[in-house]
């Protein structure tokens, strides 16, 4: 059997491919830091930074300019929380300002969580022992977070927390503000990881609770796809309209298996910080090349089914695919 026939060339290998990568499908995450002087890089993650709200305007400008117009922020304020009433205004004045600036040329999701908020780095509210968190509090403090987020102009906002039936907060109380074009992206399953480690220095959220060490106990474990399944469904049920996988590239297997089972919805892939900079770092060594090794693992996400990608690596999309 003649396979090599199809492998001949650039030009077949293009028409018999059946993934094509566009920058169209990604999603470039944003960090700005209330009372940061200067950009500054974020570890492990070249061209990746946390940004002022004067720096933010400008990186998103050329973002645009290399055809990148889809966007996911993340606002980490100055000071944490130690009540149930948190100040989001930070958040929301940067996401007025992007969209008084670009207007609809960008699409701008706003994750919502509150481990850049609290004090112990948990993603809701602890409980006065300090092991675990309370769900109804916490929902329904995220619900109120995420319509400040639409009121400010979000287009999207995007729960991470994991804590149960925020979805169907989120969507009610949208709902019932007249935020109906409000596209809800659900971090549906998201696995407790190591893969998070740069994120949680760029976005101040490392757990430093006494008692509750870890977000085991609402993130889902990696050795239970069941779990991640029911989340799914359930967030689905709730009124989530785009779905999640994240990590990415160690749970190829749950994006394939998780978009074969609900194709009804869209999926999301996150390729998370500590992927994408595990690349950057063994490119830095000399063991591979960087670009080529972001393309094939980018090409695995949507070979597995995501029909989009948050990527660290975004902004280079554009330059990278042609
Ligand atoms: C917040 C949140 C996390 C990420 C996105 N939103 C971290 C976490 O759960 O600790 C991770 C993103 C990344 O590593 O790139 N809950």
Redesign the pocket.
């Known amino acids: 059997m003649n396979l090599r026939r199809l492998r001949q060339n650039s030009h077949i290998l293009d028409l018999t491919s059946s993934v094509t990568l566009t920058p169209k499908k990604f999603i470039q995450?944003l960090f700005v830091v209330e009372g940061l002087r200067e950009k500054k890089q974020v570890a492990g993650l070249p061209s990746v930074f946390q940004e002022t709200p004067e720096s933010l305007l400008k990186q998103v400008e050329k973002d645009l300019e290399t055809g990148i117009s889809k966007f996911i922020l993340?606002g980490v304020p100055g000071q944490k929380t130690e009540q149930r009433n948190f100040d989001v205004s930070f958040a929301t004045q940067q996401i007025t300002a992007l969209k008084k600036t670009f207007g609809s040329d960008i699409w701008l999701a706003t994750?919502v969580?509150l481990?850049?908020y609290t004090h112990h780095g948990h993603?809701g509210i602890l409980n006065e022992d300090g092991d675990h968190l309370e769900n109804g509090f916490s929902v329904q403090a995220l619900a109120e977070v995420a319509l400040a987020y639409a009121q400010a102009g979000a287009d999207c906002v995007a729960p991470?927390?994991?804590m149960d039936s925020r979805v169907h907060a989120i969507r009610s109380l949208l709902q019932e503000n007249g935020f109906d074009r409000t596209v809800l992206m659900s971090?549906s399953s998201?696995f407790s990881?190591s893969?998070?480690?740069?994120?949680?220095e760029a976005?101040d959220?490392?757990?430093r609770a006494q008692g509750l060490k870890d977000?085991s106990s609402y993130?889902v474990s990696p050795s239970n796809y069941a779990d991640a399944l029911r989340s799914c469904l359930r967030d689905r049920d709730e009124g989530a309209d785009i779905l999640m996988v994240?990590?990415g590239l160690p749970y190829l297997d749950v994006l394939y298996r998780l978009s074969q089972e609900i194709p009804d919805l869209p999926w999301a892939a996150?390729?998370?910080?500590?992927e994408?900079a595990g690349i950057e770092a063994l490119a830095e060594k000399g063991l591979m090349n960087a670009q080529r090794a972001h393309l094939e693992a980018w090409t695995g996400f949507f070979r597995a089914g995501a029909s989009m990608l948050i990527s660290?690596g975004a902004r280079f999309a554009g330059e990278w695919i042609r």
Do not use: H, L
């Open positions: 995450p993340f994750d969580c481990c850049s993603c991470s927390d994991m971090y998201k990881s893969f998070y480690g740069p994120f949680r976005a959220s490392t757990p977000r993130q994240k990590p996150y390729e998370v910080s500590g994408y660290y």
